[in-house]
Every structure is written in structure tokens, then in C-alpha cells.
């Protein structure tokens, strides 16, 4: 007989009191990719250490690296007889812009009916802080069950550039039975869900350059290639009629889809209606011969994240422009490489650039996909503890993100990951006005209490 | 027996003078296109207005329009049987931006070598001061040969949104018997020119909407279609693989040029050795089956001057952007006209643009293209005051840029217009670091002042 009851009902109590401790996370406008919020990054770290420390977690570190800091921490308490899990995470968030969209300031946090908003309170402090107060509502409540290590990175908006390299030089550090990472996500409120295979990514920067500044295109125009134009020729070519992407070899190593997982990836029922719903686009559009749900999940897309070249503001200016550029990235899937991409994007610009521009591609970020064993003890703990606190078995589905850190973690150091959290497809994560389903967050936190006490083996 | 060397003589003792003058009206940052300038627009207005009355210039007034004011005023005392002359010009100047490429404050004109730096000093405030400089060493030195109008805007670099307007409701205070337009320019230092033919213009902007709002690439990447890629396809469609624009009919009106003007152009001699050079661009590029000299007078193009989508700051972010623009402009050519030319884009659009998006068409400004008497006792006049400045006699050309106050002024007023003007083809103009040659600019007002007094008739 465990303390679980207890527990739970330590966590019913202190609903507010995990709200006040998340806000106090998301209020710090910890946003890796911008230099100027390189104090706003060390706060959130500390916090993060901090928290650990006053809950009894031991060995807290706060290990540099060339950019944010990765924090560490362990409580191995419970014996070996008892499975040791990884708890990772990101404290860092995605920038604001376009910060005119938000309904109030990101890092005010405010609830609005079930809904509460703040920049990264999805994505994902709001998970962090899920699993820190489960964890906190059994350390108050009795005996923690199983041992713990802590790894949390600020670079995961990057594409934790230094991650890889810290797991590869922290194998002990690191080493566990399983890692939990609550950075996936739910497909309802009312569906529990366990992500078994995540999308890599390969993220680019493209630069046109014709002249050597902006020209009048009446003086010039004719007779110089516009930049513009020939970015918008290549972009333009990197899809063929049938949505398919024409890098070349871009789908040689892709993993193709069993019929097994089809067939279970149809049985989530998420219909093209619920996409509408949730994106507001005419109609839906992707490479043909796949489901909304198989392109979103299990094949690889090349996106334009971002586009800018000339005069962009109020009224008119009459020039060719001096560049033009792309930010431009692929959702990769197994078995696909990132630098195998980067290689087929070289390939194709060779062929498709013409003579009269000169051009820049630089790889930004890239990670691998990957597929998680859903059979294991761990897993199968998680999927109960889901079912105890929602009433249902939860769903097992395929995520179109990225976490490069699931592949990092298992090819080092031979652990897997479960891939869980509490945050919905409606959650604007990434965009303005991100919000958090309360009433998801709090059950979420319950589940992690089952979680946790459901991984304890008998002695 | 005329006063032309007295008055030459007075121009020759008083350029720190007359560049002075120049100096503070350049020191106005008198850009149209920002509301932010309307008070500067106002005080370039003025100052032109108080030189006019300085000069003795009657009847000077500010007419307000919807947007920014037009100056005018006359002198009319050289009698009768003397042409009247309307001088135009434009008051107004383009914006600065890329300012960080500037190497100096755009409105803090400086003299570097040959050249005097200041946004405006070549397009155009540099050549209306070199007319008033010009008329003002007459009128001190004897009596004007000939009688003047005036007519200065301030919406030129915007398309000259009130012009047409102005003329068509004004047709008795602007009747002349010739206008004289300093807005075109040389073909370079050596070389004096005269422009017969101009490009219309029709400036368009463009912005395709997807989602309600930014979405994560990663949830969302191959469900919806990216209104970048969208935007992207469709710039990309509108030219074929011989650099032809393929908007429905956009050739149908185009005025072919004939052998003889082929001829004539091929005179000019300007090698595509001169354009590499002004351009720094690794190749040209262009219609096919046409010389650099012709693509740029007498063929009409199309230019994306503008381009913006999604994340553009460092580094990455994974996003699906709700929109995409581009500013996108077509140079035209006889006898093109430019609402025919939005009825075509329009027509293009509706066929390319797919229904997974929504898009809006702006029409933002635009004129005819025209082509000039060369032959006139007026013209002809001037190319003789080109002859007395430099030495050669002039060339004559089809110049890319658009000056769509030309067919106002010839479809309401019935005048011509002379287009001279002593910019330089590598003037920087509508780019960083404009300049205007201080030798050239000199020499053009010794030009303009033979140019009055060739004007006078025998009575």
C-alpha cells in the first residue's frame, strides 16, 4: 500500500499554489534565440535549480555551455532495486513576434475562462512544472517510490545546439532506466495520449544576393535578375503538383508506412474538420495519397518559416532589390538524416540557381526522428496512470513535431523516452496568445502522481 | 545681343551659392510615402514657395490636395509673342531604408570628392534647384527671356497620387507651350541627353492569407498550405523561361519597337560591360531576344520590389506564418495601360492562386507609358543649350523610369514635355548613399541657362 491517496490529495489542495509557482516560470521571458534575453535565460535555469533544491533534489548544477546552461540534479533515494528516471525539459521559449497579435503581455501570465496564457506556458513550463509539482505533492506526502535525474536545456527553440554534446560527455551523469520528456502532447482534453514517434528537422537560411544595392527598377529593371524573384523560382520549385517535395533523393531513406500503422493512426479519428477548425485555412493542402493525419505525423514536409526581401513598408518604393531571403526547414521522418537533407538542398540549389545571383544556404539546426518503444514497463506505467486520471486508455499516436533531444538521449546513452505532457493542439504554442488548459494541467498532474507510484517495482 | 554671358558669368562666381540653397533642401527629410514627414513635406512646400517669391516669381501658391501640397506660381513678363515655359519638378524624395547601409545621415548633405551625398540631392530636389539656380542668374543679371509657370509636387515618389487630378481642374493656370521636366537624366558625365520616351507604372501590392494565425511547422506542416510557398509559386509563375511576364494579354498593347529605333538605340552604345559594372551583379538577365538597352527603355517588365512573410529576426523558429506579401510592380511601355494591367494580374490571379488560401490585390499607383516630340523648336532648343554646356551634342534615349506626370499634362493640357535632367546613372537613386555629381550638376545649370535664352523668338 503506497501513499498515493495522500498524494493526490496533497495536489487537489494546492492547485493555486502550483499556479502561483508556474507563473512566477513563465513571467521570466526566457527566449534562446535572442542575445538580449541572455540574463532572462539564467534566471529561468536558476529558478529551475532552485525549485529542485527546496524539493530535496541533490547534486544541483548548473553545467555552461557555449550558450545556455543546462540544469542537472538527482535524488537516488529508493533504492536500486528501483528503476532510475530521467526527467527532461526546456526552459526556454519561442520569441513573441508578432508580439501585435497578443491580447496581452506574454509574459504577464492571466487566466481567461479554463484557458491561461503566457508565453512558453505550454511549451513548455507548463509541463515542467506539471511534473515538479507531482513530484513535490509524493516528496511531501511520504517516500518518493523511484530514483530521479533532472536534465534541463535552454536551447530547445534552437534546436539544442549543445545537447548532443553535453549527453555525449555526461553518459553517467545521465544514464537511467527511462526518460520522461512532457514536451509531446495531447490530442483532446478528453484523450489521454502517448506519442510514439516524433518528426526530425533540418532548418536552413537561404540568401539571394544580385546587386550590389537596391537598384531603381526603372533604371535597372530588365536587365538584373531580381532577387526576389529568383528565390520565390526556387522556393516555388522545391514542391512538384502532387505536393511532394523534389529535393533530390529527399524520399530515399523515408520509412514508409505499414499498413498496421495506418490502420491505427486512422482508429485516432481526427478529422479534416478538426483541422479546419483548429487552423481556420479555405482547405487543407499536402502531398497527395496521405491522410491529414499520416502527412502531419509520418511524412516529411518542407515548410517557408519565414520571407523577406526589399521594401516591405506602407505604400510604394519603385527598386529591384540588393537579396532575398528564406528561412526554410524539413520535418523529417524515420530514416531520414538532417545532414543528408542539407546535402539534397546543396544539390538542388546547384541545379536551380541561376548564373546572374550569387547565394548563401547556411544550416541553422537539425535533428533526427525517431520511433519509441510503446511495450516497456515504463510506457506501460505511463499509459496507466493516463487511464487513472481521465477514466479512458489512452490513444498512442505519431507527433508532427520535433524533439531532437529523444534521439541525443538514446543513441549516447541508451535510454528511451516517453513521450507525454499535457498540452493540446489549440494551445498556440509557438504563436501569439499560447494558453494552457487548466483542467487538462491539474489531471495531468494527477496522472504524473499515478505515474511515478505506478513505476515502483515490487522488492 | 542677350545677356548669356553676364548670366553665365553670375553662375560661374555663385555655385557655393546656389549649392547652399540645395543644402537645406535636402536637409528636409520630405518623404512622401511616410505619414510620420507630413510636417516635412509641408516645410519643403514652403521653402520652394518662398525661393519662387524671392525670385520675383508671381502669384506663388500652395494648393492643398487629399494627400500633399502642389506648389505654383508664373512669371509672365516676357510678353506674347514669347513661349511660355512650365517648369516641373517634384519636392518630395524616397524613403532611406536599408538606412544602415547608408554611410552617412541621409538629410545631412556632405560633399565626398566629386560628389555631394544626401537622399533627394540627384532625384529630383538636386535638378529643380539647378532650374531655379539657372533662372535666378538671369533674372539677377537682365530680363527672362521667356515666360515661366511652375508647378512642384510632393507625391511623385508615391505615383503621384493627385496630379492628374490637379491638372485636369487646373488646365488654364498650367497651360504652356512646353513643359520642361529636369526629372529624367545622362546617360553618363560625358554624354548629354535627351529622353524621349518613358515607362509607365503600375505598383501592386499582394498578400495571401492561410491560417488565422502563426502555426508550429511541426503540428501543422503538411496540412496546411503555407501562404509563403503560395505567394512563392505564384511570383514564380509570372515570368516563362525566356524571362517573358505571362499575366493574360500583357503583351497584346505593347507598341513593337521598330528597326529604326533599334538603330538608334544601338547608338548609345551603352555595353552590358556599363550595366555589370553600376549593378555588381555576376550576370544580366532579361527578355529574350532583346539588348540590355532595349529591355530597359522599350520593354516592359515586372518586379517584385518587396517581399515579407513569417520570421525573418536570427536564428529559427518553426513556424507556418498566417500571410505572405509582396509588393510587386510592372514597368510599362506604349501603349500598356496600367488598369489594364491590374485587370490582367487580377485575371492571373484568380486562375494560379489555389483555394487553400485567401488573397487580396491592392492597386497602389501607377501611369502610362510615353514618348516625346523630338523634333519641336523647344526640344531642339534644348539640345542646343546641351550642345554650348558639354561640347557634343546630345544623345537621345528611352529611359526605364516612369514619370507619369508626362501623359497628365499631355492628355489634359495638351503640352509636351522635355525630359532633361543632369542625374547619373549611378546616382544611388531610390538606393543608400544617393549622390549627385557636382561637375555635371554645374554644367547643367550653364546648360539651362542657354536653354532660356535659345528659348526666346525673334520677335
Known sequence: MDNRQTSLQFASENQSYFLNGLDQFVSIPSISTDPEHAKDIQKAAQMLADKLTSLGIE??????????????????????????????????????????????????????????????????????????????????????????????????????????????????????????????????????????????????????????????????????????????DCISGMHDAKGRITLPGFYDSVLPLSDKERAELARLNITDEVFLKQTSVPALWGEEGYTSVEREGARPTLEINGMLSGFTGEGSKTIIPAWAMAKISCRLVPNQDPQEVLEQLKAYLAEKMPKTVRYELKYLSGGKASISRIDSKESLAYAKALEAAWGVAPVYKREGGSIGVVPDLQESVGVESILGGFGLPDDNIHAPNEHLHLPTWYRGINALIHFFYNLKREE
Open 59 to 232: 547534486k544541483v548544477t548548473l553545467h555552461p555551455t557555449k550558450l545556455h546552461p543546462i540544469v542537472t540534479g538527482e535524488y537516488l533515494h529508493a533504492g536500486t532495486s528501483q528503476p532510475t528516471v530521467l526527467i527532461y525539459g526546456h526552459y526556454d521559449v519561442q520569441p513573441v513576434d508578432p508580439i501585435e497579435l497578443w491580447d496581452r503581455d506574454p509574459f504577464s501570465p492571466a487566466t481567461q475562462g479554463e484557458n491561461h496564457f503566457a508565453r512558453g506556458v505550454s511549451d513548455m513550463k507548463g509541463q515542467v512544472w506539471a511534473t515538479l509539482s507531482a513530484i513535490e505533492a509524493i516528496m511531501k506526502t511520504g517516500d518518493f517510490p523511484v530514483n530521479l535525474k533532472f536534465v534541463f536545456e535552454g536551447e530547445e527553440e534552437i534546436g539544442s545546439l549543445h545537447f548532443a554534446e553535453f549527453v555525449q560527455a555526461h553518459k553517467d551523469l545521465l544514464k537511467a532506466d527511462v526518460c520522461f520528456n512532457p514536451d509531446a502532447g495531447m490530442i483532446n482534453a478528453q484523450t489521454p495520449s502517448i506519442i510514439f514517434g516524433l518528426r526530425g528537422l533540418a532548418y536552413f537560411e537561404l540568401r539571394v544576393y544580385g546587386p550590389a544595392h537596391d537598384l531603381h527598377s526603372g533604371s535597372f529593371g530588365g536587365i538584373v535578375h531580381n532577387p526576389a524573384q529568383v528565390l520565390a
